[in-house]
């Protein structure tokens, strides 16, 4: 998955003004105890951070 439509995907979900803030703030257990934006920057692919967001928050089945 592009980085682009990651942060696509998270706009949708999140709206484009809290998407950037859950990813910089929302420290996620799956994540190895990182942010949106650190499991990024530690080189973990955008899909699998996508997948870890989408469990961990109920995104629903149609915006997987």
């Known amino acids: 998955m592009r980085l682009t439509v990651f942060w696509q995907r998270m706009s949708e979900h999140f709206g ?3 998407a950037d803030t859950f990813a910089r703030d ?3 257990t799956e994540l190895g105890g990182r942010t949106v934006h650190e ?8 899909k699998d ?3 870890v ?8 089945q149609e915006r997987r």
């Open 16 to 18: 484009a003004g809290y």
């Open 26 to 28: 929302h420290v996620m």
């Open 39 to 46: 499991a990024l920057d530690a080189g973990w692919d955008a």
């Open 49 to 51: 951070v996508w997948r």
């Open 53 to 60: 967001v989408c469990t961990a928050m109920d995104v629903p």
